[in-house]
């Protein structure tokens, strides 16, 4: 039996869009005939696990080496023992290419052009990728170089009953209709520069409550949830979900959402696996390589010559703060416009 090995650790946004390809492995390496696994870390676990498509899910703690070298040890020792035929490395960082090492694994796949000279640990390598595509259609040439079939984009994700019904719960208590009446706001990201200001955020949605009668439920980590009480008024209409879902109940909320606002973060990749269509605010980072993938989504950036720069810290941040509560207004009134979904890339497991 064919055994195969995705490396894709971090972060969530990479793991959602490196989901298309394992469908595509699928399509060839049947559950049954082959074993897939999937080497990730601890913080994108959970849209993992028992995942249909996955035989095992293998769980490092992030900075592992460094906080619990010995477990790690453990681990790749028992990766080394599974006699791998294939590793794909999806991540292409030096701490993938770690692992890809040490699994022993007969074909370690990646592209020749990954980063921090991550593909020396490779033994087959695909010509150089352009960044300025996709990311969820690089990470299917490496699918089919492996032998998967791309049929259609689709980012499996699979929600149980018990997950749904504490979503639906939930919003019933805060008095808002599951089925489509509100918006998800995501206003964190991981770099203080992706984010736009707290106070824009919330006048915008006390715009959108007025006009089309729709609430706002906000979504972040637990750390996040005191800050964002700002946003979270009764002129707004916005409710405070911030720490309280998984992110297999974050993925089932924005499945029923009529849209999502967001900035570019893990949280927006799983929008658009939801088959929710975005209006997403961009500016250091290239909507090209990592934005909303498919059709029916709204970027909203400004064309500045500084951007997109990748950084993480800035003393200016003119790309977010000159894009105004009237241009994210005018995406939105677009989007509640057109109703219904977009081109949306869900999976039905039946």
Request: charged share 30%.
């Amino acid at each position: 039996m064919k055994k195969i090995l995705i490396v894709k650790l971090s972060s969530i946004g990479d793991v959602v869009h490196t989901l298309p390809s394992l469908k595509a492995l699928r399509e060839t390496f049947k559950k049954g005939e082959a074993i897939v696994d999937w080497l990730v870390e601890d913080r994108a676990k959970e849209l993992l696990q028992a995942h249909p498509l996955l035989d095992r899910v293998i769980v490092v703690r992030r900075r592992g080496w460094l906080l619990s070298p010995l477990e790690n040890i453990r681990i790749a020792r028992w990766i080394a023992s599974q006699g791998y035929d294939m590793v794909i490395d999806f991540q292409g960082l030096f701490k993938s290419g770690i692992w890809v090492m040490l699994s022993k694994g007969k074909r370690r796949i990646g592209f020749s052009n990954a980063r921090e000279l991550s593909y020396i640990f490779l033994n087959e390598r695909l010509p150089s990728s352009s960044p300025e595509r996709h990311a969820v259609d690089r990470y299917l040439d490496l699918a089919r170089y492996a032998g998967g079939v791309v049929k259609d984009v689709e980012f499996p994700v699979v929600v149980e009953d018990g997950r749904k019904k504490r979503v639906v719960d939930i919003l019933e208590r805060e008095g808002i209709d599951p089925d489509g009446g509100f918006f998800v706001i995501v206003p964190r990201a991981r770099w203080t520069t992706k984010m736009w200001s707290d106070e824009r955020f919330a006048e915008l949605s006390g715009l959108i409550f007025r006009r089309f009668g729709l609430r706002g439920v906000v979504v972040g980590s637990r750390s996040d949830r005191e800050g964002l009480n700002g946003i979270c008024r009764k002129d707004t209409g916005v409710v405070n979900l911030a720490g309280l879902l998984d992110l297999k109940e974050l993925f089932y909320l924005m499945g029923l959402s009529g849209f999502a606002l967001t900035v570019d973060s893990g949280p927006m990749h799983i929008a658009v696996a939801a088959r929710t269509r975005v209006v997403c605010i961009f500016g250091p980072t290239s909507p090209v390589r990592t934005g909303p993938y498919g059709e029916g989504h709204m970027v909203i950036r400004k064309d500045l010559p500084c951007s997109p720069c990748f950084l993480k810290h800035c003393d200016d941040m003119r790309c977010m703060k000159e894009i105004t509560v009237e241009d994210v207004m005018k995406a939105v009134e677009g989007m509640v416009e057109v109703r219904g979904k977009g081109a949306g890339y869900n999976y039905n497991p039946g």
